[in-house]
């Protein structure tokens, strides 16, 4: 969707190197999400930001950090990549507190 | 946070035949959202459901909420090649920060 761009849609990166996600919307939502997908877990929330430097964590955060410096856009940072941390990341908005959300077209990490 | 439990995993039909997803949980949800996801594409926002009892409908595609807002259901009548893809249920936990929790997803598989 137009509304929401992830960046970028693949990446192959080696163990120990840092990684960033990042997550663009011209839709001015105030909350925005990181999910990651694997077989068998469905979507687990990672982080969540309600506003401008305004974030907090999700059920599976360790090895992950965010950061949201304006409305527009919402990284994902890897410190350091682990091989557990391959998958595919969706980020995702949303206009209000349990409102439905709104997501965009994924990035698929491998990490070797 | 509120669990919820997705079943079936996997559900293969004929085409024409019904399907039924259903999301169970041991605690009372506030409310309950359902997404399909299209293989490779991500989750889109099919429906939310917020009353006890409550039953709406899209085309073929009906869902309900159980009285004791415990569980919900997603049944298709007759489906079609194109409902093929992942069904999940979410609902959003008791903060005022809206952090929708998935289900495992339900895998449907449509035969021609």
């Known amino acids: 969707d137009a509304g929401i761009t992830q960046s970028p849609r693949h990446k192959v990166t080696e163990t120990g190197t840092p990684v960033t996600l990042r997550c663009h919307q011209t839709?001015?939502?105030?909350?925005m999400y990181w999910y990651r997908q694997d077989p068998g877990h469905g979507l687990r929330l990672i982080h969540y930001s309600y506003g401008v430097k305004d974030t907090d964590k999700g059920e599976v955060s360790d090895g992950y950090s965010v950061s949201r410096s304006k409305t527009e856009d919402f990284l994902l940072t890897l410190e350091s990549a682990t091989s557990s941390q391959t998958s595919v990341y969706f980020c995702?908005?949303?206009?209000?507190?349990?409102?439905?959300?709104?997501f965009g077209n994924g990035t698929r990490l491998t990490v070797t | 946070g509120q669990q919820v439990m997705q079943i079936p995993q996997y559900q293969h039909v004929q085409e024409g035949e019904d399907f039924t997803t259903y999301c169970n949980s041991s605690?009372?949800?506030?409310?309950i959202q359902w997404y399909k996801q299209r293989p490779g594409g991500h989750p889109v926002f099919l429906i939310q459901l917020v009353k006890s009892g409550e039953v709406k409908k899209q085309k073929r595609l009906t869902f309900q909420f159980g009285e004791a807002k415990k569980n919900s259901s997603l049944h298709i009548t007759a489906t079609q090649t194109t409902d093929v893809g992942t069904y999940f249920c979410a609902h959003a936990g008791g903060t005022s920060y809206g952090k929708l929790t998935f289900g495992q997803g339900t895998i449907l598989t449509v035969h021609p």
């Open positions: 839709e001015n939502h105030r909350y």
């Open positions: 995702a908005l949303g206009q209000a507190p349990n409102s439905p959300l709104h």
């Open positions: 605690t009372t949800l506030s409310n």
